[in-house]
């Protein structure tokens, strides 16, 4: 069966510092990847979408992005955070359009 | 432009109630599916159902239902003598045939009191 992974569970950090929250899928290959993030009490917003190694597509203009360095593997990065960061991330691979969650990463930027 | 609106923000009911959700939605596509999530407080998001536009027949899994009527565009769920562990905030979601995003309804917070 598939599962997918993300980590870390938590993580504080001060404004201006780096960010790299990674996800990876099992018993799957080739999976649609996607990164959502969804600020407090508030929906989903997508921020990324990978149809494959190397592809990316952004959906919103931020400071983040992300890459596919393997088939499985996501990661989300950030070169400087901004307050405006802090929210819960989380990670999701689709199969026939039905979209799956990992368990998210709850991020506090100070 | 496809959208997904929950109207109802939050929802309080005493336990063993019935209550339904309520999810009404918009697209030009022929083809789609709707799918209800289910975000418990630990934050992961579980996959609950999904319903592809071709198949109105209403669904039922234990104590959990769902109508789907695209007369009215909707795409309601109904939970049955609700329980505490229900207590969670409810997604409704749609994706059509010509836009791979899942476009996300704002959600329903459920509280059912003990």
């Known amino acids: 069966s598939q599962t997918i992974h993300q980590w870390p569970a938590t993580l504080v950090q001060p404004v201006g510092s780096p960010l790299s929250l990674e996800c990876t899928v099992e018993?799957?290959?080739?999976?649609?990847l996607y990164w959502y993030r969804q600020a407090a009490g508030r929906g989903l917003q997508l921020l990324f979408y990978?149809?494959?190694?190397?592809?990316i597509s952004s959906e919103v203009p931020q400071n983040l992005s992300a890459s596919r360095p393997q088939d499985r593997q996501f990661i989300l990065s950030s070169k400087k955070l901004l307050l405006s960061d802090s929210g819960f991330y989380l990670c999701?691979?689709?199969?026939?359009?039905?979209?799956?969650f990992g368990p998210g990463t709850r991020l506090t930027v100070l | 432009a496809q959208k997904v609106t929950q109207a109802q923000t939050e929802i309080s009911v005493v336990e063993k109630e019935d209550v339904t959700l309520d999810c009404v939605y918009e697209?030009?596509?022929?083809?789609?599916?709707l799918f209800w999530y289910k975000q418990p407080p630990s934050g992961e998001l579980v996959f609950l159902i999904r319903?592809?536009?071709?198949d109105e027949q209403n669904e039922i899994s234990g104590r959990y239902s769902w109508n789907f009527q695209k007369s009215t565009s909707s795409f309601n769920f109904t939970i049955t003598a609700s329980q505490v562990v229900d207590s969670a905030v409810y997604f409704c979601?749609?994706?059509?045939?010509?836009?791979?995003?899942?476009?996300w309804g704002a959600g329903t917070k459920l509280i059912i009191k003990p």
């Open positions: 999701a691979w689709s199969f026939e359009d039905t979209q799956y």
């Open positions: 018993g799957t290959s080739n999976p649609n």
């Open positions: 990978s149809v494959g190694i190397g592809q």
């Open positions: 697209t030009r596509d022929t083809t789609y599916y």
């Open positions: 319903r592809n536009s071709f």
């Open positions: 979601a749609l994706v059509g045939d010509s836009n791979y995003q899942l476009i």
